[in-house]
């Protein structure tokens, strides 16, 4: 049993709610789908990250495209780095990239989305190295950048502008989860086919969260979530 929050798009605003809910539930790990900061300062990333921590919850992390240069040390310096890595977490098998496809903003954390599909194809092709078939685990595709053409990567005038790198690999390696982030006004749950359950929690001022609750290693139930409730 496995019960894990994700949060995004922080943009160094914090939100009271989340520590309360988080000192009322049961969770063992909050996931953070990046943009933590807004442009910086990377000195908000290790205080936040920690009194996340201090509610008695284990705390990895990805960059967004909106966190300056330094964030991976930044994270790493209190808490754990997801980006381009793979880790075992209790019933799950965490695959992480952060930053975004190219936006017309200009923003520091923008890869091309040819090298995001190479980079996330590596990355999932790992998978072999971590699985073990005793141990049955959910495997769940940690980015910030949604996938195109789905209800995470919706701007406002309904145009699609997610990544279509990220995509690609989840139509060929199907993991059963991609939680995602970058598109404030995308909160959401979708499917992609009949594999994967696509979730976009928002803005975390918003009181966006998703949890995924896995039961025995293979089942799982996720749920869009609203801090404030
Ligand atoms: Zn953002
Ligand atoms: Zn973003």
Redesign the pocket.
Request: net charge negative.
């Given at each position: 049993m496995t019960k894990i929050l994700a949060i995004?798009?922080v943009?160094g605003e914090e939100n009271e709610n989340l520590y309360t809910y988080l000192n009322n539930n049961d969770i063992d790990l909050v996931l953070i789908l990046?943009?933590i900061t807004d442009f910086g300062p990377l000195d908000f990333v290790g205080p936040f990250i920690e009194k996340v921590a201090d509610c008695g919850v284990d705390v990895i992390a990805i960059p967004?495209n909106?966190d300056p240069k330094g964030i991976c040390n930044a994270i790493n310096d209190v808490s754990f780095c997801l980006h381009n890595n793979i880790i075992a977490y209790g019933d799950a098998i965490l695959f992480g990239y952060g930053g975004s496809n190219e936006t017309p903003f200009n923003t520091p954390g923008e890869i091309q989305d040819n090298k995001i599909y190479g980079d996330v194809y590596e990355l999932l092709a790992n998978y072999d190295y971590v699985y073990n078939e005793e141990v049955p685990k959910v495997k769940i595709l940690v980015t910030h950048a949604p996938p195109y053409n789905t209800e995470a990567d919706k701007v406002e005038n309904g145009e699609h502008v997610g990544s279509a790198g990220i995509l690609k690999s989840i139509h060929e390696f199907e993991p059963q989860i991609n939680l995602c982030?970058?598109i404030?006004e995308a909160r959401s749950l979708s499917k992609i086919g009949i594999t994967t359950d696509v979730a976009n929690p928002g803005?975390l001022k918003d009181n966006g969260a998703v949890l995924v609750d896995i039961k025995d290693g293979a089942n799982y139930e996720i749920s869009l979530v609203s801090l404030d409730e």
């Open positions: 995004s798009d943009h990046g943009d967004g909106c982030g970058h404030h803005m």
